[in-house]
């Protein structure tokens, strides 16, 4: 037998890819937790642009329909004839009272739910977060208004 192979009996060997796998897991590990992390965080940013966007188109869209079917039954209601003057007067009066309406509307539904037996979401919770909405919405509906009054433009305008 020869010296040299019973001296690599004696010698314990370290892996040396064992640390350098563990290595490279943990970097691509940090990589795709990163890029997901990135992912979702995009989403959440991108959705929370949107989705304010999208809320008041589809709310201008249902204010328009409502006031353009509730114009006629008006004129009606007050024996006046439908033409396009008086439509073009009782629209903009319509399309802000559905605005007043769509702005008091949820705060009373709020305080009514408190009567509910069942509450899903706290009482104080609801109030607080229908109050602030409905806060920042009369704020822009005011901002608009005034806006059109400071660059003198019609309402109808605006419509």
Do not use: W
């Not at 690599?8 to 563990?22: F, K, L, M, W």
């Not at 079917?69 to 399309?95: C, F, G």
């Amino acid at each position: 037998m020869d010296s040299g192979s019973k001296l690599s009996e004696n010698v314990v060997t370290v892996p040396i890819q064992g640390v350098a796998s563990n290595f490279d897991q943990g970097i691509m590990g940090f990589t795709v937790k990163l890029l997901i992390f990135s992912t979702v965080l995009s989403l959440v940013v991108y959705c929370l642009c949107k989705i304010p966007v999208v809320m008041s188109k589809t709310g201008e869209k249902i204010i328009h329909k409502a006031s353009k079917n509730a114009v006629p039954i008006l004129l009606k209601i007050q024996h006046k004839e439908e033409n396009e003057r008086n439509k073009l007067k009782l629209t903009p009066r319509v399309i802000l009272i559905l605005k007043i309406i769509g702005v008091i509307l949820p705060i009373l539904l709020a305080a009514l739910s408190y009567y509910l037996d069942e509450k899903i979401v706290n009482f104080d919770a609801s109030i607080i977060v229908a109050g602030g909405l409905a806060g920042f919405s009369a704020l822009f509906f005011a901002l608009q208004y005034i806006l059109t009054n400071i660059f003198g433009t019609k309402s109808r305008d605006i419509l």
